[in-house]
């Protein structure tokens, strides 16, 4: 399974920057899609995910209703729209997939099994 993590960048607070996570290797039908962030001297933690069998979306409570998550089936690539950007929203951001997909862990780091390689976001004026 390769995960290339794509699109992150210096923007400007109230800026807009969107993710890309390509996907190759195996099937996805039935798996979670996620992005997690770590900043400096944080803990990584959830961002957004994707439950690829119904479509349904997830989203952590600091980036509802400015980051949309969303995908290109064809291309079984991941996307997250980040809007009104935050310079507390500046990480590093992974994208991850999870095979298990047990909906109670979609939230959970150590439940994903496959990383992409992380895209710097950096938001300052």
């Known amino acids: 399974v390769q995960l290339q993590a794509s699109g992150g960048g210096l923007v400007q607070p109230g800026g807009s920057l969107r993710l890309s996570c390509a996907a190759s290797?195996?099937?996805?039908?039935?798996?979670?899609m996620g992005w997690f962030r770590q900043a400096p001297g944080r803990e990584r933690e959830f961002v957004a995910a994707?439950?690829?069998?119904?479509?349904?979306?997830y989203y952590a409570d600091s980036v509802k209703g400015r980051f949309t998550i969303s995908r290109d089936k064809a291309k079984t690539t991941v996307y997250l729209q980040m809007n009104n950007l935050k310079p507390e929203d500046t990480a590093v951001y992974y994208c991850?997939?999870?095979?298990?997909?047990?909906?109670?862990?979609?939230?959970?780091?150590?439940?994903?099994?496959?990383w992409g390689q992380g895209t710097l976001v950096t938001v300052s004026s």
């Open positions: 991850a997939v999870d095979f298990a997909a047990i909906l109670s862990s979609l939230r959970i780091a150590s439940n994903y099994e496959y």
């Open positions: 290797g195996r099937t996805f039908s039935n798996t979670h």
């Open positions: 994707f439950r690829w069998s119904s479509g349904m979306t």
